[in-house]
């Protein structure tokens, strides 16, 4: 079966730093992009970030570019997420996600949405962001 453990939230600054992790087992690892998912109290799940199969290549929605940074450990079957400058907005519970071949995303109105659409998910771990 599909397993995947993400972990490494809690209670963070705004203006500081948190590393997510995602323990991946039962699949081809390196056959599948894995991406992460948030869902903040009362809002729809957004797409934040996306790392293909092999890891050559990573997205990020806009609202998290140049902040947030994916990385995949091919060796180990671990997805990391490492979090910088946290603001209140980041305040959510993060999900690890695959079963795409590919990472999927849209470009609508100048911004870049990264594909919330899975197969698969992790439990969840959440993060809070205190000013």
């Known amino acids: 079966d599909v397993q995947l453990q993400a972990s490494g939230g809690g209670v963070v600054r705004a203006g500081g730093s948190l590393r997510l992790s995602c323990a991946a087992s039962g699949f081809a690892f390196d056959d599948y992009a894995i991406g992460w998912v948030r869902q903040a109290p009362g809002k729809q799940r957004e797409g934040v970030s996306c790392?293909?199969?092999?890891?050559?290549?990573?997205y990020y929605s806009d609202s998290v570019k140049g902040r947030f940074a994916i990385s995949r450990d091919i060796s180990s079957n671990m997805v990391y997420l490492y979090m910088s400058n946290l603001q209140d907005d980041d305040t959510a519970v993060y999900y690890c996600a695959t079963g795409n071949p590919l990472c999927r995303g849209s470009e609508r109105g100048g911004h870049y949405y990264v594909g919330k659409t899975y197969d698969h998910w992790g439990q969840g771990t959440l993060v809070t962001v205190s000013s």
């Open positions: 790392i293909s199969a092999r890891g050559g290549s990573t």
